[in-house]
């Protein structure tokens, strides 16, 4: 069984493959490669840049699908569950997007995210908000943690009094400089 990781990042960076469109985008081509449907992943930019537009749009009626109660993507190997085709279906009839599309689309999200490339939470936002929610409210500071957080709380403090302070002799020095 594949585990998804929750460790990694949200990532924000959309210039040059880093953000999470362009990695699904990569994946979406190597799966679609040589099946005609590669052209609408690509943008008009001479066919080297990705359609992040429609993989946005594609995220957002599967985020909205989540919403509703949907299960997100899931699969054996390479073969979809059932609640997937159902839910590919579902995402090419409200997008007007190719099911083949829909579907490279799905896998590369399912599969990004089991080997950590990109976020858990961009593959399951409503899963991952309730597990974030449970782990912040049934899990406070104990102990050794209790005794980290405080401290680093405390020398947040000291470094922040330490910056004023420092900073007003710079002053005073400065204006002495320009008075002499």
Same mark, same amino acid.
């Given at each position: 069984?594949?585990?998804?990781?929750?460790?990694?990042?949200?990532?924000?960076?959309?210039?040059?493959?880093?953000?999470?469109?362009?990695?699904?985008?990569?994946?979406?081509?190597?799966?679609?490669?040589?099946?005609?449907?590669?052209?609408?992943?690509?943008?008009?930019?001479?066919?080297?840049?990705?359609?992040?537009?429609?993989?946005?749009?594609?995220?957002?009626? /599967?985020?909205?699908?989540?919403? $509703?109660?949907?299960?997100?993507?899931?699969? +054996? #190997?390479?073969?979809?569950? !059932? @609640?997937? *085709?159902?839910?590919?279906?579902?995402?090419?009839?409200?997008?007007?997007?190719?099911?083949?599309?829909?579907?490279?689309?799905?896998?590369?999200?399912?599969?990004?995210?089991?080997?950590?490339?990109?976020?858990?939470?961009?593959?399951?936002?409503?899963? /991952?908000?309730?597990?974030?929610? $449970?782990?912040?409210?049934?899990?406070?500071? +104990? #102990?050794?943690?209790?005794? !980290? @957080?405080? *401290?680093?709380?405390?020398?947040?403090?000291?470094?922040?009094?330490?910056?004023?302070?420092?900073?007003?002799?710079?002053?005073?020095?400065?204006?002495?400089?320009?008075?002499?």
């Amino acid at each position: 069984m594949t585990t998804i990781r929750l460790d990694k990042p949200i990532e924000r960076m959309g210039v040059f493959g880093f953000s999470w469109q362009e990695k699904v985008g990569k994946k979406m081509l190597s799966l679609l490669d040589g099946t005609g449907y590669e052209s609408s992943i690509k943008s008009f930019w001479g066919g080297s840049g990705l359609n992040t537009g429609m993989i946005n749009d594609l995220h957002d009626s /599967y985020v909205s699908l989540l919403t $509703t109660g949907n299960r997100p993507a899931e699969y +054996t #190997g390479s073969v979809p569950s !059932i @609640q997937t *085709t159902s839910l590919s279906r579902t995402i090419q009839g409200s997008t007007a997007i190719a099911e083949p599309i829909v579907d490279a689309f799905l896998f590369s999200l399912y599969n990004l995210a089991s080997v950590g490339t990109i976020s858990y939470s961009i593959y399951d936002p409503v899963g /991952y908000k309730k597990v974030a929610e $449970t782990v912040t409210e049934t899990e406070p500071a +104990t #102990g050794v943690q209790a005794v !980290i @957080q405080d *401290t680093g709380k405390t020398v947040g403090k000291i470094l922040i009094v330490a910056g004023f302070a420092a900073g007003a002799v710079l002053f005073v020095n400065i204006n002495k400089m320009f008075k002499e």
